[in-house]
């Protein structure tokens, strides 16, 4: 019973509104006669029902959504100066002309930051100028057969960069690199290391205590997200997703999916017992929604991925082994509602874009009811949602391409480190000449070797 109940709601949605592509939605004047998909308790179980409803659509406009938009379109150039330090190639250049998979897995930000910074026009070549020192390590591209990356040497990199700045340049030694930033998109950061429990013991490299870190990782109370991170986006191929939207047709597609996933479940290779990845939330995704006709989950990734999510309503982005994934980047620019199910998740420029907004939000305890969450959301907000999803400045945001674009997330990175300025008084007066804050043979032995 309960699936055809199930297959009348995706049937009676589909014919709604609610399923019209983002980019095709017109909204026309006057009232509209829609449904609304909720749940009802009756008996000893639960139902699917649709409800009639009435909506005026000049009543569904976001009246937050504009303070969002205006630091979306912050302009940083003139705000701040970046000294870019010239390191040896053996820390960036060289390692993806070794292996070009660097360039499009979804650590590749710490790349195109850098080649962004080279071409901005917040770049200075006077040091004694600059209100921020960028060291250009790619921590990142130790790989895999398999195209994962291998974090275990990246300490004794990052400590070998250091080292080098402290030696070669005065201005990591007047504030130990409180002035510095650093791009740090592993799992958990600065942590280097893609298990949270080894993450969490080994936590943030010592020598980048005071540094501002860039970094894909993000969640409150965490020690692996230090005070003054700035959150970002893990890179997704923006040439590729272009591609797939250009293949839409005139007017867009029906959005004839309800809920859309593809990734895995269980983690046997890295998690056996089953005990780590995700804290079990796709493992309940996949244990209760498997059949369901309103779920259209599976571990293969299609070539028509990114049309199907174009075809999608709710998009999931559960936690992994880190909180967020690049199915978040997916989502947004594909106009698909992402449903994050992350507990405590800080979201990439959780300042400048209206993820309350556009987004979803289930708790990891509540992913059983996933369902009754999802179709008891009324229409007129899945339908604000699509249509501030459908901003280009909220797509451009998420996107490194190349060359950089006003308002990308490049820009949006700068404009994190322009309202961090003035430096507080903290910055200089701690550190004297003789005297050192950071411990430098801290951390475990290995991370201790030379590089």
Known sequence: MRSVLAIAVVAAAAAAVLFLGSEAQEVKQGQQHTHRISEHRHGEGNRLQINKMYWDPKCICNKNAGSAGDVLEDDPVGRLKVYVYDLPARYNKKLPEKDPRCLTHMFAAEIFVHRSLLSSAVRTLDPEEADWFYAPVYTTCDLTPSGHPMPFDSPRMMRGAIRLLAERWPYWNRSEGADHFFVTPHDFGACFHFQEEKAVARGVLPLLRRATLVQTFGQRRHACLQDGSITVPPYAPPGKMEEARRLLPPGGTPRSTFVYFRGLFYDAGNDPEGGYYARGARASVWENFKSNPLFDISTERPATYYQDMQRAVFCL?????????????EAVVFGCIPVVIADDIVLPFADAIPWEEIGVFVAE??????????????????????RLLASPAMKRAVLFPQPAQPGDAFHQILNGLARKLPHGDGV??????????????????GDLKPW
């Open 317 to 329: 982005c559960p936690l992994g082994w880190a909180p967020w994934s690049p199915r978040l980047v």
């Open 365 to 386: 305890d509540d992913v059983p009811r996933l369902d009754a969450i999802l179709t008891s959301i009324p229409v007129e907000v899945v339908l604000r949602k699509q």
């Open 428 to 445: 200089f007066v701690k550190v004297k000449p003789g005297q050192t804050v950071l411990n430098w043979t801290a951390g475990p032995p």
